[in-house]
DNA sequence: CTGAAAGCGCTTACAG
DNA sequence: CTGAAAGCGCTTACAG
């Protein structure tokens, strides 16, 4: 800048007006600046002017696995948010891992991010205290947070797993299994707290052996499905508490008898398989909206009490849920 | 900082050293410094840092939309990548806009990010001529940049193309379809190139109603699809041009009588449609390791010429490429 | 082992 | 309409 204006033979401020197209500069002297900036092919340095404004206009998204197929249309959503109010995404993956996902927290914080998307891999967030006191908002999305108030945006995962069990039980079924992820997640307890309900309203009682959380690795997936479907008492049917174990759910499925199965996310082809998979969906570019507008809201200026938003699932039959008990 | 040091009751420098865990500092000062850091809840503002050291460790990566199913693994793997050399992720989409490419480009640029993984949507990268030249490295993926000297690392889309092909016709088929992407878009022409190797290498003509190229949008290509299946000389199987295609065609093709198909790229659950889709799979994730990798030689200081890496296909037979020709 | 001064490239507040 | 000075929060180069 200071090259420019010497090269232009004006002030330092003058460039400043010009770069960022502020009234107060004569035609002539504006085209004389425009220039030599060409000429010298000056770019404004945006970490001098962060430093002095304040304001990075970037935001940070934290998730767990950006080659998650269930991540995409969410990232896109915030994405397009940020897009709206000028600022730029910096995100990463937290792998699962609590202190990865502190790690890169705390960098986005470095960095100076104006607000924070964070789909939780902890359940501790009190690491965010002094940010937050210094000003930095922060939504949560897909699972809420962990001792700290903070706004948080979910899917219905309780509501959701009931419909979809209770359809099961509607056509049928008495022995359902339940195969979700890790119970450290908030959303694998909260839809099996659905099924329990689902189960329990219908007065049939749920076996130990129907019950599996754990590791979404399809080995450990195909394991329970496996142990569900032998035994003395088989399951007739299948919850799968989201779109990982869905798949490979299926994927057992398709080498053994045909058996009901509802699965929690929908996924794209799910309808073209035979049977077609009914699904419980939540919306995920939605998940992702409702939260970034939130941020840009707080980041605004708004301080409303930290809030919890619900979104509504949406049971989408195809043809796997509505398979009768199979004969004994 | 400064703030931190009164505190403490030390010089500036002794905090940059404590934060910075730079030796010199007596374990007693630096006790008295950490205890001053936790109790005024002080974090190291980056952009103040990045202005000194002229490096955020920061890398953009522009790619066409973050919600397509190819992106994500690539995104993964670039990040991984980024992650081993301490650096961050600022991303953003194209929309397969020329436009908005330029725009989230230089808005990367004036963050001052090290280096740029650009998967382009436009052929003119000449924007990016004074970046280069200020030391700005970059690497292209999945398309050559435009007008501009630059790595760029690819899948081989024309040997991959004509492969699937031969494939088909090694099966019987001689009146073969093609429908891909926009022939804007490098791939999709190097793909098309590829087909009409395949059959002239077996002496086969080609309609001009064979080939369609446009929009990815399913309307489209449902259309295209319908046309070379209608019509007076009907084609008796596909080749589609990259995923979005394919799926487009494999739900045409359930609502028609089964027709030979084999697809550029490999999608999940490819395997378990009936009959399952034979693809030519590319490696993703391999493309944006390798580009990433390639970036951070560079940003190490090496100076090599721009490099243009090519990345093997593979077929994958699954069942609809091994369908022989309809009877008439 | 420790610290005061200068400077990174901008913007803010002010004066002409 | 234009510009000189101060300062954003760090690090660099240097001196004690």
């Not at 309900?197 to 019950?211: F, I, R, S």
């Not at 979404?216 to 919850?239: C, H, I, N, Q, S």
Request: glycine share 10%; proline share 7%; net charge neutral.
């Amino acid at each position: 800048m200071k090259d420019v204006a010497a090269h232009a033979g004006v002030g330092l401020k003058t460039v400043s007006r010009v770069v960022n197209g502020e009234p107060g500069v004569t035609p002539d002297t504006e085209r004389r600046v425009q220039e030599s900036i060409t000429a010298l092919g000056f770019r404004r340095n945006d970490s001098a002017r962060v430093l002095r404004k304040g304001r990075t206009a970037s935001i940070g998204l934290v998730l767990e696995d950006l080659a998650d197929p269930f991540y995409g249309p969410l990232s896109r959503a915030v994405e397009e948010v940020a897009r709206a109010h000028g600022a730029l995404l910096v995100n990463g993956s937290s792998a699962e891992d609590p202190e990865r996902e502190r790690e890169l927290v705390l960098a986005l914080c470095a960095r100076r991010v104006d607000g924070l998307v964070v789909i939780p891999a902890g359940d501790d967030h009190r690491y965010l205290e002094p940010e937050v006191r210094a000003g930095l908002a922060t939504v949560f999305v897909d699972r809420p947070a962990g001792r700290i108030e903070a706004d948080v945006v979910l899917s219905d995962s309780y509501g959701g797993a009931r419909e979809g069990v209770a359809h099961l039980i509607a056509h049928g079924h008495r022995r359902i299994g339940f195969i979700g992820d890790h119970p450290r997640i908030h959303t694998a307890t909260e839809r099996l707290r659905g099924y329990r309900a689902a189960m329990a309203e219908a007065g049939l009682p749920v076996a130990p052996a129907w019950e599996s959380l754990g590791s979404t690795a399809p080995e450990r997936v195909a394991a329970a499905a496996a142990g569900m479907l032998g035994g003395a008492e088989p399951v007739t049917a299948l919850f799968a508490g989201n779109n990982r174990v869905t798949v490979t759910v299926v994927r057992v499925l398709a080498a053994a008898r045909p058996v009901a199965l509802v699965g929690f996310d929908d996924f794209e082809l799910a309808d073209l398989l035979r049977p077609g998979v009914t699904v419980v969906a939540q919306d995920a570019a939605a998940l992702g909206r409702v939260a970034a507008d939130r941020l840009f809201t707080r980041l605004g200026g708004a301080r409303p009490e930290p809030e919890r938003t619900e979104l509504p699932t949406r049971l989408v039959p195809r043809g796997s849920g509505e398979l009768p008990p199979a004969a004994p």
